[in-house]
Antibody, heavy 120, light 107 residues
Framework: EVQLVQSGAEVKKPGESLKISCKGSGYSFTNYWIGWVRQMPGKGLEWMGI????????RYSPSFQGQVTISADKSIRTAYLQWSSLKASDTAIFYCARIWNDGVQAFDLWGQGTMVTVSS | VIWMTQSPSLLSASTGDRVTISCRVS??????LAWYQQKPGKAPELLIYAASTLQSGVPSRFSGSGSGTDFTLTISCLQSEDFATYYC?????????FGQGTKLEIK
């Protein structure tokens, strides 16, 4: 089955670090861009950035550049989103999603989402 | 950064109605536009890409139109399962921004 499976919910304190994951299966993981999308509580979708697991080429939204790090380990078909120092405002659901292809760079496959709660 | 403005933000309708959601873009994006549907507690799903092409498996009551800066999502005969939030997204230039969403609720 073609799918993206994300790591489970996290509860962290401000200032802590965190790395969440997104594992692809059922397709050629290295040949598709993977992106991350934030959804703050009760809010809309925000495009954070994307990575090409084949060569780790990465693009960030200016809104998230320097705030998070997107990475991938193609040997285990997994993409990551990480923070070095969380803030309360990082509380959100984070989705990973696959970009369909070069001609249609919409997200055609989504993970189930990872809820991150940052609270003291 | 390309800005996306959806209208309305909230749309009340009844089963069987025809509804239209608008997406206006701050600069021309040709047809590099997608529409997504998101139900509560679920990940978004791709409905339409290239402004007007239905994703496989999407019912034909959904349609998309437009190019350049003005786009429309139409649902021709609302079904109960269509009540959800809809987002447009441009994939013309980075970052690939989303609209703020349109919540379609039962009247």
């Amino acid at each position: 089955e073609v799918q993206l499976v994300q790591s489970g919910a996290e509860v962290k304190k401000p200032g802590e670090s965190l790395k969440i994951s997104c594992k692809g299966s059922g397709y050629s993981f290295t040949n598709y861009w993977i992106g991350w999308v934030r959804q703050m509580p009760g809010k809309g979708l925000e495009w954070m950035g994307i990575i090409y697991p084949g060569d780790s080429d990465t693009r960030y939204s200016p809104s998230f550049q320097g705030q998070v790090t997107i990475s991938a380990d193609k040997s285990i078909r997994t993409a990551y989103l990480q923070w070095s120092s969380l803030k309360a405002s990082d509380t959100a659901i984070f989705y990973c999603a696959r970009i369909w292809n070069d001609g249609v760079q919409a997200f055609d496959l989504w993970g189930q989402g990872t809820m991150v709660t940052v609270s003291s | 950064v390309i800005w996306m403005t959806q209208s309305p933000s909230l749309l009340s309708a009844s089963t069987g109605d025809r509804v239209t959601i608008s997406c206006r873009v701050s600069q021309g994006i040709s047809s590099y536009l997608a529409w997504y549907q998101q139900k509560p507690g679920k990940a978004p799903e791709l409905l339409i890409y290239a402004a007007s092409t239905l994703q496989s498996g999407v019912p034909s009551r959904f349609s998309g139109s437009g190019s350049g800066t003005d786009f429309t999502l139409t649902i021709s005969c609302l079904q109960s399962e269509d009540f959800a939030t809809y987002y447009c997204q441009q994939y013309y230039s980075f970052p690939y921004t989303f609209g703020q969403g349109t919540k379609l609720e039962i009247k």
